[in-house]
């Protein structure tokens, strides 16, 4: 166990509709990533939060957004779904802001888009 | 984004031999690091290198970087059936926030 929690682990949604994922860091980490992992893409990253703000955007699409909150857990955001926007979603938290130590990854979330 | 390219991308082996993965990646880092991750599960965490180290061990795993010809290999001695899994090597570029990860190497240890 990471000490990583995501909810929910399994999500089925239909195109053009709105899903939220969330997730708790390890107790004590104040940075958040989140990354998308598909068949074609691989894991890409997608945003990073530290202590609530944002600090660096990957490849995320503008229906996507995401935040962290005072308590420091987070929310990815999918917005207007496609079918393409299948895929398991991870985040992933660690102490610091720099990434020069390991990171502590989610189970997981399995979006399918019908 | 820069990422690292696991070579070869699936291996299959006879428990207790050894496996070896290779990395390439293109710019210069900070430091490389090492994931698995069992079939549709999260990654763990196996190793990280930094950029002004050479070799680093952690039980059945060695991992050498080479930052001239940017490149890491990942040896996994005595192989067990419980080392199933993909394994992924994911570099931080100097001056960027962000771990990017390569496609990873599908390992099959067969019993």
């Known amino acids: 166990d990471s000490g990583v929690t995501q909810t929910p682990k399994h999500l089925i949604t239909a195109t053009g509709q709105r899903v939220t994922l969330r997730c708790s860091p390890r107790?004590?980490?104040?940075?958040v990533y989140w990354y998308q992992q598909s068949l074609d893409q691989g894991l890409q990253f997608l945003i990073h939060?530290?202590?609530?703000?944002?600090?660096a955007k990957g490849n995320i699409l503008e229906r996507f957004s995401a935040q962290q909150f005072p308590d420091l857990h987070s929310e990815l955001n999918l917005s207007s779904l496609e079918l393409g926007d299948s895929a398991l979603y991870f985040c992933?938290?660690?102490?610091?802001?720099?990434?020069?130590?390991?990171?502590?990854f989610g189970s997981g979330t399995q979006l399918s888009v019908l | 984004s820069q990422q690292g390219e696991e070579d070869p991308q699936a291996l299959s082996i006879q428990e207790g031999e050894n496996a070896t993965m290779n990395c390439s990646y293109k710019?210069?880092?900070?430091?490389l690091q090492w994931y698995r991750q069992n079939s549709g599960r999260g990654l763990v965490h196996l190793i990280l290198?930094?950029?002004?180290?050479r070799e680093k061990h952690s039980g059945r795993l060695r991992v050498t970087l080479d930052t001239s010809k940017k490149s890491s290999s990942l040896l996994i001695t005595a192989s067990r059936a419980a080392d199933t899994a993909s394994y992924f090597c994911?570099?931080?570029?100097?001056?960027?926030?962000?771990?990017?990860f390569g496609k990873g190497n599908q390992v099959v240890v067969i019993p």
């Open positions: 992933a938290s660690s102490v610091r802001e720099a990434i020069n130590e390991k990171l502590f």
């Open positions: 107790s004590g980490d104040l940075s």
């Open positions: 939060y530290y202590n609530g703000e944002e600090r």
């Open positions: 710019t210069s880092i900070n430091n």
């Open positions: 290198i930094r950029s002004n180290e």
């Open positions: 994911a570099t931080a570029p100097y001056g960027n926030n962000r771990l990017a």
